[in-house]
């Protein structure tokens, strides 16, 4: 089960850990590094993650993937994930971590939705018009998606901006069918 209030609080106790070592951005590469070999490694995600696998045989991965690549501390913290049968929330931990490395450089994670790829110029227009909405420094990522039809729909932690063609539809059709239709007579 994927609980993001839980996976929340070990992202705020390791973040702690990393603030009182004055390591956060060193925690921040390790959990980038273990993201990405998680990705890159189905079977060292399949162990990990895998319910009849014991905590011993998952922690010995863990130290033979990982020991000699991360910070103590990380590995500590992917050891007590293990221990509390909370290996399953590894991915939401490591959003919420970012999340909370984001905050406190001022910083934000922004996801732009469109047909195609936005033009360099399209996204250096995006970022600053999303800065001086937001006051942070944007972390823009781009995805396709052909529903969106045109335009561009911005997802912003739990905001979403609808500039879209199929979002504009959408709101003149409600406005279409919220009017009330009177007879002259």
Known sequence: MKDPIVARRYAAA???VARRDDAIDVVWADLTAIEREMKNSP???DVFL???????RKIYFADKAFGDRISAATLSFLKLLVRKNREGLLDLCISEYRTLVESLHNQVEAVASSVVPLTEA????LVTSLKAMTGKT???S???DPSVIGGVVVRIGD???DGSLRGRLRRLEEQLLGATYTERG
């Open 43 to 45: 079977a060292l995600r």
């Open 138 to 140: 944007i972390n823009l």
């Open 50 to 56: 895998h319910p009849l696998a014991t905590q011993e």
């Open 14 to 16: 390791l973040f702690e």
């Open 122 to 125: 399209q996204s250096a227009s």
């Open 159 to 161: 905001t979403i901006i």
């Open 142 to 144: 781009q995805k396709i």
